[in-house]
Structure formats: structure tokens, C-alpha cells
């Protein structure tokens, strides 16, 4: 029977082995997070130590940051009052934006929002803005995305 070698037998990821989904992984993620920020909260009103935990909220919160901001939901309104949150040592309210994102997107109810089809809007104009800086207005994605942009504001 072979054996691995030392080398080769490294401890993989939780994402390296079988099926990967990006929206599970997305919501395992957010998961861990709200994990942390209650982990926070518990270890603040006790007065315990919350610097290991938050070492790991913050490894949790970078990867997050760079993708999340850029989606509709929970967009960079909502990441902002969460790093707001963190920033200030309200533990409690971090850990309740958490929550709040995480049930939204498990559930997608952040889709039914009466406010997704404003910021669906919102990263339409920003998108529109950048492309039109990087090339020619006549350009036929740029005239559509125009034309989409039209029809939201109506």
C-alpha cells in the first residue's frame, strides 16, 4: 500500500477537496464571520481578551472586503458601517450587521429588497462611468449599458 510522503501530504482546505461552490463558500464564509463577531461580543462583555478573535475577524474581513463591496448586496454601504463598527469596538453592532448579511444571503432575501433594484442602479452607473473613461463612446456595450441605465431611471 503506498504511503505519502511528508512533502506531499499537506492539510488542505476545506474548498481543495470535492465540489466547489463559489455561493456556498461565499455563505461559509459569511457564516464564519458572524461566528467571530459573537465571539467578540461574549469575550467584551466578559472582559476576557478579544485579541486572538480579532486577529481572526480580520483575517476573515480582508478576503471579504475586496470581493463584497463590488456586489449589489451587501454592497460598500453596508461594509463600510461594518468595518465602521469594528473600528470603534462596537463589537455589538458588528456582530449584528453580521447577522444581518448572513441571513440575507443565505435566505437571498436581500434580493426581494425593495432597495436591490436601487443598487443594482447604482453599480450600473458606476460600471457606465468606468467604461466610458476606458474607451470610445460609440462602443456598442457602452451605448446598451446607456440604454439600461434609461430605462432604471424611468
Known amino acids: 500500500m503506498p ?8 492539510s488542505p482546505s476545506r474548498y481543495s477537496v470535492g465540489m466547489f461552490s463559489a455561493g456556498e463558500a461565499r455563505c461559509d464564509r459569511w457564516q464564519d464571520l458572524a461566528h467571530a463577531g459573537q465571539t467578540l461580543v461574549a469575550q467584551s462583555s466578559s472582559d476576557s ?3 486572538e478573535t480579532l ?13 463584497e463591496t ?3 448586496y451587501p454592497g460598500e454601504a453596508m461594509m463600510t458601517a461594518l468595518k465602521d463598527a469594528l473600528g470603534r469596538r462596537d463589537y455589538s453592532s458588528f456582530s449584528r450587521i453580521t447577522n444581518r448579511i448572513v441571513k440575507a444571503i443565505i435566505t437571498g432575501s436581500y434580493r426581494r429588497s425593495a432597495n436591490a433594484h436601487a443598487l443594482c442602479a447604482g453599480h450600473f452607473r458606476k460600471l457606465h462611468g468606468l467604461i466610458e473613461a476606458a474607451v470610445s463612446a460609440s462602443t456598442p456595450f457602452l451605448q446598451f449599458l446607456g440604454r ?3 430605462v432604471v431611471d424611468q
Open 49 to 51: 481578551s478579544t485579541k
Open 70 to 72: 463590488f456586489r449589489a
Open 148 to 150: 439600461v441605465l434609461r
Open 3 to 10: 504511503t505519502q510522503s511528508s512533502k506531499t501530504s499537506k
Open 55 to 67: 486577529a481572526t475577524v480580520e483575517a476573515l474581513l480582508a478576503p471579504l472586503s475586496a470581493l
